[in-house]
Each structure stands twice: as C-alpha cells, then as structure tokens.
C-alpha cells in the first residue's frame, strides 16, 4: 500500500477545526455533550482531498457536520453503530437529496468476531399490485411520473433497523444519538453548494408545499448558499424518535402524517396504510450476509434484494478468469485492454443481475443459493465469452444449470441518489453502510410528521426501483416486479474487507450513486487491493462503468487514445460526470487507520 499523502489544502484544515471543535465532547454519563462546529463552505465540483490518518479511530460520511455528529459521538464513548445513528440523523437534515428517515438503509457490522448484516429495505404497500406504476391502457407511467407521485413511497426501514442494530451494538444511549441533529435543526446550519445546486436544478420540488415553503424564497428561487436552514418540524419528529424509540415513527402522528401525504397526492395518489406502518417493524432485521474470496482477502456484502455484492463479485471473479494485461496503470489511469475486460466481465454481471435478482422472500435463487452466482466453475464458463472484441449486449447466464423459474428482463431504468456511512471505532468494531431515499430528494414529497411546524423529511420514491412493467416484451414475469410487501432490488453495495488468512479487519468502504454503485465500490476494492494504492488514491481514480450497454467513462478523464481503442474494439463509449460518493477506511500496515472522501462530493473524514 502506498503511503497516505501528506496534502495541506482545504480538507486537512478543515478536518482539524473541526476535530479541535469535538475535542471536549466525552461526559461522564455517556451523553454526547454537543458542540456546533465551525461549518466550513464546501465547494461543490471536483475538490482534491488528502486522506486522513488516524490511530484510533475513524469516521467518514457525505458532509462534514454529519462526520462530525460521528466523531463526537465516538469522543463521547459511543460505537461504530452509535456514530452511525447519528451521522444519519444529520444526513436527513444536511444532506437531504440522498437519504434520511423517510427512507432505507442497508448496515454491515463487524464486531471482532461476526460480520452481520442489517436490512432496512422499504416495503411496497400491502395493496401494491403488479399494476402499479401502469396507466389506464395498461402502459407504464413515465419514469418521471412514477417517481413525483404518492404510488413510488416505500414503507421507510431506516429508523426501525437502526434502533434493531442499536440494540444488538450500542453503548450509548439512544435518546443521546439525536442529539447533533436535533441541535443542528433547531440552530440551522448553513446550505451548501452541493445542496444549493441541487435544490435550484429541481423542477418540482418547490412544487411541494412543504419543500417549497422550506428550501426555496417567495419567488421559487432555491435559499442562496450560506442561508441559515432551520427545521424545527424535524428537530421536534426526531426528539420524539429518542425520546420513545421507533414506535412512535411507526404508530401515532409521524406514521399518520406519512399515510396522509402519500394518499393526497394530488395527481397520483398511493395506497399506504397505517398498517402497512405499523406491521414494519414485526420482521427480523438481521440477515446473513455474502461473504466472498478474493486473491488473498474475503469480501463481506449484503444478500438480495441488494444486487450490489452479487455482480462486484462477478465482476471480480471474471475478471480473474479472463487475467487483463499488468501492469493495468498507465500515468495513473487505467488502460484500454484492461478497461475492455473491465467492461465485457460488467456485462456478464449485469445481465445476470437484471435476469435474477429481487426480493429473496419472493424470487428464489436461480440454484440451491445466491453463491451459484459466484461459483469459481460458473464465473470460469461466463468468462470464457470474453474476446478481443466487444460482445455486445450479454445475456444471463445458467448458473443452475436448470432453471427453476424462467424470468423475463428487467428494463432499464434510472436510479439514482444515496449516501454512504464508514466507521471503525476504537474498539476495532466497524461498520459500512449505505443509505437512501432514492432519487434526488425521493418523491418530492415532504411530511411535517403531524407537527404542524415548517418543516420535516423527505418521503422515498423506492418502489421505482421495481420494474414499472411486470413483464418483458416475451410475457415473462420479471424476478423484480411489484408485489405486496415486497421488497424492491437495490444496487447498494456496503462492503467489509478482511484478510483471508487471518480474518483481519482490511477496509470498510461503499458508495452513492445508483447501479453505478457497483462500478464505483469495485473500483475502489481494485484500487486498494488489487492496485495497492491507499483509500483516497483508489476513490481518486476515474470512474468507468457499464450496465450491459455503452461503455461509460467519467468525461475529461481518460485521454482520446483510450476512447478510440476501445471504440476500435467494439465498444459504444459514452462519457458522463459518473458522480460518486466513495467514502473508505482501511487498516495500515502500522496498525492505523487510513480514510478516503470522494472529491466529487463534499464528505471528510474524522478521527483520533
């Protein structure tokens, strides 16, 4: 592993004032005694970041007040569950486009010993049907449409499966983990630019009585960067949430404000109940996660309905197969030959998870186990499809050689949005976790949760990651279409890495940014372990992707010599900005901890 840079612009001063900000927050009775930073102004674009060495302990998140509710929230003696909840809690306010309450999450946990997986995925509504997001002619809705309606909101799991894990991993009080965000509503914090430019691109969102009340001025005009935002419906909605736990989320005013506004719509109404609420939290949230090998370590991921770990581990496991050419750096990018492998091994994964993967409580592995998918035999056979030349579109695969259920192909549709969480705390617990409401700012839907106060959070469009369609152009069903209660396909990709031979903690690392989740957290793994750059050199890299199409390079990062011969080889090459949102830690040799932030957003990384 390389060494970590030694890089003094903005981040590093900006993580120091805000660590000397947090120095004093440990009590005595285990409360966080919280201190409003300093909240510097970040710079939205591309900003380089030096990574952060620490010895103790990390955090990293998408902004640095929520990296600073974990950081003070480990100062205070608190776990790498407990920073969790409460940099969540801070998302929902200052990082609103991407997730919070109204949401889902998906959170792997290591404790030393175990690797567990946590799954706060939203549920389609007890009366969603096959027919959901279809039209009175039996048509799908408009992408769009089926987004900005009361019909895409999925019952949210966030706060129930946090408060499973906070059972199962806490130390601190629950009622304490709130406390940044509740301070944080109640004071304001200033907006952003990221989040300035996203309020101002939306078009609808000012539409929403809420929202438009909230984020934007008598004008419809966005709140200019470095207003004051306060939420005080929020700070009152998550005071209740510590104060009496899940259930009055689930059951009460919240969930009875949430019911109201999904069944108001005033264009396309949904169907939620206060049922459907309430009915959330009787599940078991603890799941078995994949855990995969790899050259020398072990890649611990989430099951389905997330597709995440699935095709990162096929994508790994082809390309080990089809052995690119090495070195596969040239002047820091990577080369045509190996992007071409790269790509046609996406491909292979990604036909297999459009033909396969959804909701294990409906749809069964297409084999005894979703392991069949990762087979070494399996990954061997997809391989050998690999040529010199592009193949095109690739069809799934048979990995149980007979197939139990013929499924149709999924369509594409956009997905978009999310945030990612790491921490390892200082007792070597450590926790990945990626978290959405889907879309930017999900159904462009807010609810004040029943407080009559300005206000509140922003209600997911998780259920357009179902197929619109229930079946493809052949009359198959398609593995993900809407059933009642079921839980839509993810591509977040929460990732624990450890060392094979020892069972070594490595890294915990994930990323927003939709089925390009994939892309961006493979990239990252390859560039650590592979590649043995450390955590910001792997996120540093440019993106590449392919969903089982074009080509896709992040623009202005790869030189016109890679594009022509790629084209030269097949490939439809495309380049778009592939904004990612990488955050990893990763143990050094010395026994000390190393994290990364994308430059592409607005995240830091604290720690002792």
Same mark, same amino acid.
């Given at each position: 592993?390389?060494?970590?840079?030694?890089?003094?612009?903005?981040?590093?001063?900006?993580?120091?004032?805000?660590?000397?900000?947090?120095?004093?927050?440990?009590?005595?009775?285990?409360?966080?005694?919280?201190?409003?930073?300093?909240?510097?102004?970040?710079?939205?674009?591309?900003?380089?970041?030096?990574?952060?060495?620490?010895?103790?302990?990390?955090?990293?998140?998408?902004?640095?007040?929520?990296?600073?509710?974990?950081?003070?929230?480990?100062?205070?003696?608190?776990?790498?569950?407990?920073?969790?909840?409460?940099?969540?809690?801070?998302?929902? *306010?200052?990082?609103?486009?991407?997730?919070?309450?109204?949401?889902?999450?998906?959170?792997?946990?290591?404790?030393?010993?175990?690797?567990?997986?946590?799954?706060?995925?939203?549920?389609?509504?007890?009366?969603?049907?096959?027919?959901?997001?279809?039209?009175?002619?039996?048509?799908?809705?408009?992408?769009?449409?089926?987004?900005?309606?009361?019909?895409?909101?999925?019952?949210?799991?966030?706060?129930?499966?946090?408060?499973?894990?906070?059972?199962?991993?806490?130390?601190?009080?629950?009622?304490?983990?709130?406390?940044?965000?509740?301070?944080?509503?109640?004071?304001?914090?200033?907006?952003?630019?990221? *989040?300035?430019?996203?309020?101002?691109?939306?078009?609808?969102?000012?539409?929403?009585?809420?929202?438009?009340?909230?984020?934007?001025?008598?004008? @419809?005009?966005?709140?200019?960067? @470095?207003?004051?935002?306060?939420?005080?419906?929020?700070?009152?909605?998550?005071?209740?949430?510590?104060?009496?736990?899940?259930?009055?989320?689930?059951?009460?005013?919240?969930?009875?404000?949430?019911?109201?506004?999904?069944?108001?719509?005033?264009?396309?109404?949904?169907?939620?109940?206060?049922?459907?609420?309430?009915?959330?939290?009787?599940?078991?949230?603890?799941?078995?996660?994949?855990?995969?090998?790899?050259?020398?370590?072990?890649?611990?991921?989430?099951?389905?309905?997330?597709? @995440?770990?699935?095709?990162?581990?096929?994508?790994?496991?082809?390309?080990?197969?089809?052995?690119?050419?090495?070195?596969?750096?040239?002047?820091?990018?990577?080369?045509?030959?190996?992007?071409?492998?790269?790509?046609?091994?996406?491909?292979?994964?990604?036909?297999?998870?459009?033909?396969?993967?959804?909701?294990?409580?409906?749809?069964?592995?297409?084999?005894?186990?979703?392991?069949?998918? *990762?087979?070494?035999?399996?990954?061997?056979?997809?391989?050998?499809?690999?040529?010199?030349?592009?193949?095109?579109?690739?069809?799934?695969?048979?990995?149980?050689?007979?197939?139990?259920?013929?499924?149709?192909?999924?369509?594409?549709?956009?997905?978009?949005?999310?945030?990612?969480?790491?921490?390892?705390?200082?007792?070597?617990?450590?926790?990945?976790?990626?978290?959405?409401?889907?879309?930017?700012?999900?159904?462009?839907?807010?609810?004040?949760?029943?407080?009559?106060?300005?206000?509140?959070?922003?209600?997911?469009?998780?259920?357009?990651?179902?197929?619109?369609?229930?079946?493809?152009?052949?009359?198959?069903?398609?593995?993900?279409?809407?059933?009642?209660?079921?839980?839509?396909?993810?591509?977040?990709?929460?990732?624990?890495?450890?060392?094979?031979?020892?069972?070594?903690?490595?890294?915990?690392? @994930?990323?927003?940014?939709?089925?390009?989740?994939?892309?961006?957290?493979?990239?990252?793994?390859?560039?650590?372990?592979?590649?043995?750059?450390?955590?910001?050199?792997?996120?540093?890299?440019?993106?590449?992707?392919?969903?089982?199409?074009?080509?896709?390079?992040?623009?202005?990062?790869?030189?016109?010599?890679?594009?022509?011969?790629?084209?030269?080889?097949?490939?439809?090459?495309?380049?778009?900005?592939?904004?990612?949102?990488?955050?990893?830690?990763?143990?050094?040799?010395?026994?000390?901890?190393?994290?990364?932030?994308?430059?592409?957003?607005?995240?830091?990384?604290?720690?002792?």
């Amino acid at each position: 592993m390389n060494a970590p840079h030694v890089n003094m612009r903005g981040w590093v001063l900006i993580g120091a004032a805000l660590l000397v900000i947090g120095c004093e927050a440990r009590t005595p009775e285990g409360a966080i005694d919280y201190r409003i930073p300093e909240q510097p102004e970040i710079a939205t674009g591309y900003q380089e970041k030096p990574g952060w060495a620490t010895s103790e302990f990390s955090v990293a998140a998408a902004n640095p007040l929520a990296t600073d509710a974990g950081y003070q929230t480990i100062q205070a003696g608190g776990s790498a569950v407990d920073a969790a909840i409460a940099v969540q809690m801070v998302l929902t *306010l200052v990082e609103p486009q991407s997730s919070g309450i109204g949401g889902g999450a998906f959170l792997m946990h290591w404790d030393g010993t175990e690797v567990t997986a946590y799954n706060g995925r939203e549920r389609a509504p007890s009366a969603a049907g096959e027919d959901l997001f279809l039209d009175e002619e039996g048509e799908p809705l408009p992408f769009g449409d089926a987004v900005r309606s009361g019909l895409s909101v999925g019952v949210p799991g966030t706060v129930a499966m946090l408060e499973a894990a906070h059972h199962a991993h806490g130390v601190l009080e629950w009622s304490a983990l709130f406390e940044p965000a509740i301070a944080l509503a109640e004071e304001g914090f200033r907006i952003s630019p990221r *989040l300035h430019a996203q309020l101002d691109s939306d078009e609808t969102l000012r539409e929403d009585d809420i929202a438009g009340a909230l984020y934007y001025d008598e004008n @419809g005009n966005a709140l200019p960067v @470095g207003h004051r935002l306060r939420n005080p419906a929020l700070a009152e909605i998550l005071r209740r949430i510590a104060d009496e736990g899940s259930a009055t989320f689930y059951i009460g005013e919240v969930a009875e404000a949430i019911v109201h506004r999904v069944r108001n719509h005033p264009e396309r109404p949904g169907a939620m109940s206060i049922e459907d609420l309430r009915a959330y939290p009787d599940q078991e949230f603890r799941v078995s996660p994949i855990c995969s090998p790899w050259r020398s370590f072990t890649l611990c991921g989430f099951p389905p309905p997330s597709s @995440g770990h699935l095709a990162i581990a096929q994508i790994l496991g082809i390309l080990e197969e089809t052995n690119p050419p090495s070195p596969p750096l040239a002047d820091g990018l990577p080369g045509a030959e190996w992007l071409h492998h790269y790509m046609e091994a996406a491909r292979l994964a990604f036909a297999d998870r459009n033909h396969f993967v959804a909701d294990p409580d409906f749809i069964p592995a297409p084999g005894d186990s979703w392991e069949d998918l *990762l087979d070494p035999a399996y990954l061997r056979e997809r391989a050998a499809l690999v040529g010199d030349e592009s193949m095109g579109e690739a069809v799934p695969g048979d990995p149980a050689l007979e197939r139990a259920l013929a499924h149709g192909r999924h369509p594409a549709q956009p997905d978009r949005g999310t945030s990612h969480v790491s921490v390892v705390d200082r007792e070597g617990n450590a926790i990945s976790m990626t978290t959405t409401i889907e879309s930017g700012f999900g159904s462009r839907m807010m609810t004040d949760g029943g407080t009559g106060m300005p206000g509140g959070f922003h209600l997911n469009n998780e259920l357009t990651d179902f197929s619109l369609t229930p079946v493809d152009d052949d009359g198959l069903p398609i593995a993900n279409r809407v059933e009642a209660g079921k839980r839509p396909r993810s591509s977040m990709a929460p990732t624990l890495v450890f060392d094979a031979g020892t069972g070594a903690f490595v890294a915990s690392l @994930g990323s927003p940014g939709g089925a390009g989740i994939i892309h961006y957290t493979a990239k990252a793994l390859i560039g650590i372990l592979a590649w043995e750059l450390n955590a910001q050199e792997a996120i540093d890299l440019p993106n590449f992707a392919n969903y089982n199409g074009p080509s896709v390079l992040e623009a202005d990062r790869f030189p016109r010599s890679v594009i022509d011969e790629l084209e030269a080889r097949g490939h439809e090459v495309a380049e778009s900005n592939l904004t990612s949102g990488l955050q990893a830690i990763q143990r050094t040799p010395d026994g000390g901890l190393f994290g990364g932030a994308d430059p592409r957003r607005e995240g830091i990384v604290m720690g002792q």
